[in-house]
């Protein structure tokens, strides 16, 4: 899912690997990281509770890595903190 993704160049001093995963990053055994660009909310806002909901128990922390590509954010920013 994530070899187009920009965010990779900037992952340093750690190995990585491409790999079918449910998150997008695995940081520790119990902890991960999901992506999500504010203009793919935008035209697809159901995509990533879909995805958190495949998580299901399997880590203690999630993080949400978001792409701030658009101009009107803060509406966006609310509803996923909600």
Known sequence: ?????????????????????VPDYIM???RCALYLSMKYHNLHPNYI???????????????????VDVQDNASIIL???K
């Open 49 to 67: 509770y879909r995805r958190i909901k495949e998580l299901n128990t399997d880590f203690d922390l999630r993080v949400l890595l978001c792409l």
């Open 1 to 21: 899912k994530q070899r187009g993704n920009g965010l990779i160049r900037f992952i340093r001093n750690v190995p990585y690997a491409y790999c079918k995963i």
């Open 79 to 81: 509803h996923l903190n």
């Open 28 to 30: 520790a055994p119990n």
